[in-house]
């Protein structure tokens, strides 16, 4: 990651210390953490930008205290009107749809899925993609700020579903592998894929029973 040298004016602020600079990039350090806010939207809205500051100052010191110490302590956010999703995470960089954000002005917790993926830092990792995200939903479910205000929550079992659909399917199933076969269990596959150590036995390394062995669990008795 580049660094970018900028000159700002300071201004002491909620945060600790806030610097602004007239190209629109605003930089917050608080306790440690610095994080460097821009985009191409001049219309969107400020509350909102502030709500996007907010909930990553109270959730991303302690998503890194929980998982992953080493995590990047300098994190940007930018808000790309040229972006269709929802947000995407890279290389400690968060892009955010303008468009969706102030649609949904309420799904604030998609900070925290995001910046628990700069924590995870799994780069090129052998692990399955569908426990990338479901990780990140269960720390979602876990550390959310306002997932109550957003209607989001983990979805009721159905037999349609299956543990690699990803996001909250796999994160219910997370929850429930955590509450009724081995606390401690998403930390362990959370290190794992990092350290790039997945396997085919790494779910019955961790909790003595293979993946598909606790789906057939879950799908009987589902309730946390």
């Known amino acids: 990651m580049k660094k970018l040298t900028l000159l700002f004016v300071s201004i002491v602020g909620l945060f600790g210390g806030i ?16 994080l460097i806010v821009s985009g191409n939207d001049a219309t969107f809205d400020n509350a909102l930008k502030e709500k996007l500051i907010s909930t990553f ?26 972006y269709h999703g929802v947000a995407a995470t890279d290389n400690g960089r968060v892009v ?53 205000a957003a209607k989001w929550r983990l979805p009721a079992y159905k037999a349609t579903q299956n543990y690699d659909n990803a996001y909250r399917t796999t994160a219910a199933f997370l929850l429930w592998v955590e ?15 990092r350290k790039h150590a997945y396997t085919d036995n790494t779910w019955k390394d961790v909790t003595g029973k293979s ?7 879950y799908a009987v008795s589902p309730t946390t």
Do not use: C
Request: glycine share 8%.
């Open 19 to 34: 610097a602004k600079a007239g190209n629109g990039i605003d930089t917050i350090t608080k306790n440690g953490y610095t």
């Open 57 to 82: 100052f109270t959730v991303y010191p302690k998503i890194v205290k929980e998982y992953n110490k080493k995590s990047l302590k300098t994190v940007q956010f930018f808000i790309d009107t040229a």
């Open 96 to 148: 955010f749809s303008p468009a969706y954000m102030m649609k949904h002005p309420n799904d604030i917790d998609v900070v925290t899925h995001e910046v628990m993926h700069i924590a995870q830092d799994y780069g090129d990792t052998n692990g399955p993609g569908w426990l990338t995200e479901g990780i990140a939903d269960y720390v979602r479910n876990e550390h959310g700020v306002a997932n109550e």
């Open 179 to 193: 509450t009724k076969v081995k606390k401690g269990t998403v930390k362990k596959l959370d290190g794992i894929m």
């Open 211 to 217: 993946v598909d062995e606790l789906w057939k669990e």
